[in-house]
């Protein structure tokens, strides 16, 4: 999985601040943590956060790819599915990225108006 900058960051400065383990996150004996379903509920609870699930996580980073102009393939590729319409369920739009798209067709200039009125007059 690629990392952007921010990740990579904030990788490296929780690399600074850990002591000796190599995973980022350890099981209580400093080795590879095979189960996070408890320490994920922990933190849920500790942060005061209700009906959200670590699958939700994978949910979101396909939105905000998609909302970000990401086109579906990649989205498909970086969460690694075979098939396009499993991508599809998790690639919602919020209601007001859908509402600025709409808003858009209100965004052209003159000039593209004019070269759309022509092609419409040389059929």
């Given at each position: 999985m690629p990392l952007n900058d921010e990740a990579l960051k904030t990788l490296q400065q929780w690399r600074s601040d850990t002591e000796s383990?190599?995973?980022v996150f350890a099981g209580s004996d400093g080795e590879r943590m095979l189960a996070?379903?408890?320490s994920w509920t922990?933190?849920?609870?500790s942060a005061?956060?209700?009906d959200f699930r670590w699958h939700d996580l994978r949910h979101h980073f396909a939105s905000r790819l998609v909302?970000?102009?990401v086109d579906?393939?990649?989205v498909r590729e970086l969460l690694g599915h075979s098939d396009l319409?499993?991508?599809l369920r998790y690639a919602h739009l919020s209601p007001e990225h859908k509402a600025d798209a709409v808003?858009?067709?209100c965004d052209s200039d003159e000039h593209e108006v004019e070269l759309a009125m022509e092609a419409v007059a040389q059929r």
């Open positions: 383990t190599e995973w996070v379903k408890t922990g933190v849920l609870v005061a956060i209700t909302m970000k102009g579906l393939n990649t319409s499993i991508t808003a858009r067709l």
